[in-house]
Structure formats: C-alpha cells, structure tokens
C-alpha cells in the first residue's frame, strides 16, 4: 500500500505562484511507474492535470501546458507541481495519484486563485 500526502495549497492572486508537494509513504516511489495530479472544481468531475512516469516522461492537461510542472524526487519519495501564471479557473482541490494496478489518492489539498 501507498500513503499519500499533499501540502502546499492556499491562496494566491491572479498570475501568482504556488508549488504542490506530495510524499509518498509505505513504498519508493521508483517502484511506481506512474504518478500525478488531478483535481476537483465544486460541480465537476476530478481531471487530470499532469503525469510522470518513473522514466520522467510528463503529461498535461491542455489548459495547464507551459504554466505547471510535474517533477519526481526519488530521494525524497516526493512529487511536485510548480504552478506558474496561476488563473482563477485553476482554483480546485488538487490530489496526488499513484497508480500500482490500483488508484491511491492523497487527501487532497486546496489552490484557491483570487482574480
């Protein structure tokens, strides 16, 4: 089993920064392939917004390409997302996923953007 855990949420403005960490426990992250973000607006469904595999090969969401980046630090048993040019439509739960044959979420930490 894997134990997942996000910090780094809040509130910025419009055009702000901010950066997603999540730790990951119960296992090494290079024992698995795939991990990534998703989040979840009030009314939607949960999407994905970015991917990496063990390879370091990334993924993302059209609306986030050239503001977030996903980084994976084996050492640290940690997954990041840089969030650049923040949007109010960014604004979400965001939650960290490992994918081991089955889903493991983290418990979700809140990005409010403010315009």
């Known amino acids: 089993q894997v134990q997942l855990v996000e910090s780094g949420g809040g509130l910025v403005q419009a055009g702000g920064s901010l950066r997603l960490s999540c730790v990951a426990s119960g296992r090494s992250i290079r024992g698995i392939n795939l991990m990534g973000w998703y989040r979840q607006a009030p009314g939607n469904q949960r999407e994905m917004v970015a991917v990496?595999?063990?390879?370091?090969?990334?993924g993302y969401a059209d609306s986030v390409k050239g503001r977030f980046t996903i980084s994976r630090d084996s050492a640290k048993n940690t997954v990041s997302l840089q969030m650049n040019s923040l949007k109010p439509e960014d604004t979400a739960v965001y939650y960290c996923n490992a994918q081991l044959g089955v889903h493991y979420w983290g418990q979700g930490t809140q990005v409010t953007v403010s315009s």
């Open positions: 990496i595999n063990n390879a370091g090969t990334t």
